[in-house]
């Protein structure tokens, strides 16, 4: 399966600047994390996450803004987005992107909360049924956008994608859905995710995994690999796994047999986007009786089968359709 462009360094091609970013970085999250050590209490202090979420539902012009920015967080979000990157600018982008948005939550959120299992905020109105440390919308943001911008490497998306992070973690406390502590914590978890998959991208990037590893392995591993991991007792685990399960394994098939391109006329992108979010939605909404239920195997199922759909059944009907082509 090929890799997303690399080009080594997380913040820009110059040497000098890039070593200055990296230890601003470097110090920001160890600055992070001592506080969260030194003030973990008072970081979790109800009153205060209270007097928050007073002011949001006292303003509902506050509260419309945080609703929409939360969202920039959320796993649904990102599953549309990079299935519409995946159909209409690049597979290779939208299909990493599938796959790091599912693994980057499982490992620094669902894990660790399962782990940890400390209470949310008992905020009138708001129930989740998952535990808060920390909170899978900081740590999914910090890893999807930050890894977007790595790959990007753009100063202006960079900024964006910071301002994102910032006021993603924001909402979810003035939402009421999470302790200052808990987006703080998604900080540290989701930067250390970022350096983790770059460092060994890195190590890793010349590696042709496509020539060097036998096709029905790669697609073996694609699919078994989550499945494995969807029966760790972690609450999202299945719908995750299966994420990136059939994003995996889409899209290797399109690479093999489809050659699926996502070019075209303008009418063919908004096309595309209205049947492709159409089989999106119904693969999720009938997930939905199985979740809480505790059937892993069919859970995990019904989401692969979102994201296989994404990069591999869509494309079928697009090219079947005539609203796109084989690459040549």
């Known amino acids: 399966m090929e890799l997303f462009p690399l080009k080594h360094g997380y913040f820009t091609s110059k040497p000098s600047l890039e070593k200055k970013l990296r230890q601003v970085w470097l110090f920001a999250v160890l600055l992070i994390t001592l506080i ?20 949001t539902i006292t303003n509902p012009a506050v509260l419309y803004f945080f609703r929409a920015v939360t969202i920039l967080g959320s796993e649904g979000f990102f599953l549309v987005l990079f299935s519409t990157i995946y159909w209409s600018v690049s597979k290779t982008l939208g299909s990493w992107g599938l796959i790091i948005m599912a693994v980057s939550i499982f490992l620094t959120s669902e894990i660790p909360k399962d782990l940890i299992r400390l209470p949310r905020p008992d905020i009138r109105g708001v129930t989740v049924p998952t535990y808060t440390f920390p909170s899978g919308h900081t740590s999914g943001a910090v890893s999807v956008w930050g890894s977007m911008a790595i790959i990007i490497r753009k100063r202006w998306f960079w900024f964006s994608a910071l301002t994102v992070m910032i006021l993603v973690g924001l909402s979810r406390v003035m939402l009421g859905y999470h302790f200052p502590g808990d987006v703080l914590g998604g900080l540290v978890t989701g930067s250390i995710f970022i350096a983790l998959l770059f460092g060994l991208a890195w190590k890793t990037g010349d590696f042709k995994y496509e020539k060097n ?16 991991l969807s029966f760790i007792p972690a609450t999202y685990a299945p719908n995750l796994m299966g994420y990136a399960a059939g994003a995996g394994t889409g899209f290797l098939l399109d690479k093999k047999y489809l050659n699926f391109s996502p070019g075209g006329t303008w009418w063919h992108h908004p096309a595309r986007f209205a049947i492709g979010v159409s089989g999106i939605a119904l693969t999720t909404l009938g997930a939905a009786p199985l979740l809480g239920q505790g059937i892993n195997f069919l859970t995990f199922v019904f989401f692969a089968l979102a994201t296989f759909w994404a990069t591999y059944l869509a494309p079928l009907l697009f090219i079947k359709m005539g609203l796109a082509a084989r690459s040549k």
Request: glycine share 2%; net charge negative.
């Open 36 to 55: 969260l050590i030194l003030f973990w209490y008072p970081l979790r202090d109800p009153e205060s996450t209270y007097a928050l979420v007073s002011i």
């Open 213 to 228: 590893m036998p096709f029905y392995f790669l697609m073996l591993l694609s699919f078994c690999g989550p499945l494995v």
